[in-house]
């Protein structure tokens, strides 16, 4: 089992930047990759960023250039950091864990971003 709690949603102006996290605890070695997903109202819970257990990192292309995905050295924190934050950011976003093969997954309780002027 993987528990993970995010936190650092919130209200933001357009153009401006939050930072959430994730903080995974229980079985964090049987990781294989950490991602952000979100979901706006109405649409599919999409991918918005992934880190796998070497580092590589995969971003959706709406957020290229403007997120960064991050974790500590203990691999037990994942940071998804959100600059030039426009409307159509606005979702629940929610932190993944991918353990195991097959692949189980994990979910955070997910945190409100709302990017409003």
């Known amino acids: 089992q993987v528990q993970l709690v995010e936190s650092g949603g919130g209200l933001v102006q357009p153009g401006g930047s939050l930072r959430l996290s994730c903080a995974a605890s229980?079985?964090?070695?049987?990781?294989?990759?950490m991602g952000w997903y979100r979901q706006a109202p109405g649409k599919q819970r999409e991918l918005v960023a992934s880190?796998?257990?070497?580092?590589?990192?995969n971003y959706a292309d709406s957020v290229k250039g403007r997120f960064t995905i991050s974790r500590t050295n203990a691999k037990d924190t994942v940071y998804l950091q959100m600059n030039s934050l426009k409307p159509d950011d606005t979702a629940v976003y929610y932190c993944?864990?991918?353990?195991?093969?097959?692949?189980?997954?994990?979910w955070g309780q997910g945190t409100q971003v709302t990017v409003s002027s």
């Open positions: 229980g079985r964090i070695f049987e990781i294989n990759a």
């Open positions: 993944n864990a991918a353990v195991g093969n097959p692949r189980l997954d994990f």
């Open positions: 880190i796998s257990r070497g580092g590589s990192t």
